[in-house]
């Protein structure tokens, strides 16, 4: 009789990222302490694991930016594979809101610096690095991309 060897499965954190762009500017807020303090981002989280990812952008909209997003008005803009130095590798979901409800405000002072409205084609260079790149991607249309992989 055959056995076959223990399949050992890697499960991934999946971050989540609330794309809010009006007039050619993309929102983005600052990081606070913790991984990449001082860098801008897209508004996003984790995804927990009872919820699909349409709902863990939604919630992390309302918990970081203090807006409300119908899923109807949410479309996929990116996906990314990424990882950085010394870190596992994580899946990103970026969702682009056609519309919200609210004004986007700090919602979490303790973790954020601020908030502010960036041009899409060039966000500030002390970007997060695979935010960044997904941006860069997003402007031209693609919808994956992967950063942090050795060729």
Same mark, same amino acid.
């Given at each position: 009789?055959?056995?076959?060897?223990?399949?050992?499965?890697?499960?991934?954190?999946?971050?989540?990222?609330?794309?809010?762009?009006?007039?050619?500017?993309?929102?983005?807020?600052?990081?606070?302490?913790?991984?990449?303090?001082?860098?801008?981002?897209?508004?996003? =989280?984790?995804?927990?694991?009872? &919820? !699909?990812?349409?709902? %863990?952008? $939604? +919630?992390?909209?309302?918990?970081?930016?203090?807006?409300?997003?119908?899923?109807?008005?949410?479309?996929?803009?990116?996906?990314?594979?990424?990882?950085?130095?010394?870190?596992?590798?994580?899946?990103?979901?970026?969702?682009?809101?056609?519309?919200?409800? =609210?004004?986007?405000?700090?919602? &979490? !002072?303790?973790?954020? %610096?601020? $908030? +502010?409205?960036?041009?899409?084609?060039?966000?500030?260079?002390?970007?997060?690095?695979?935010?960044?790149?997904?941006?860069?991607?997003?402007?031209?249309?693609?919808?994956?991309?992967?950063?942090?992989?050795?060729?």
């Amino acid at each position: 009789m055959t056995t076959s060897p223990t399949v050992q499965r890697h499960h991934r954190i999946i971050d989540v990222h609330l794309l809010l762009i009006r007039d050619d500017q993309v929102l983005l807020s600052l990081r606070q302490g913790g991984y990449a303090s001082g860098q801008w981002q897209v508004p996003s =989280g984790h995804l927990e694991g009872d &919820e !699909p990812t349409d709902h %863990g952008t $939604i +919630r992390e909209g309302w918990e970081e930016i203090g807006v409300r997003v119908d899923p109807a008005d949410l479309e996929l803009a990116h996906v990314i594979d990424h990882r950085a130095p010394g870190e596992d590798p994580r899946f990103g979901v970026f969702y682009r809101a056609r519309a919200w409800t =609210g004004t986007p405000y700090n919602a &979490e !002072p303790d973790k954020c %610096g601020g $908030i +502010r409205w960036f041009p899409l084609i060039s966000p500030p260079a002390n970007t997060v690095p695979y935010h960044a790149v997904a941006l860069r991607h997003i402007t031209a249309g693609r919808i994956s991309s992967k950063y942090g992989w050795d060729a």
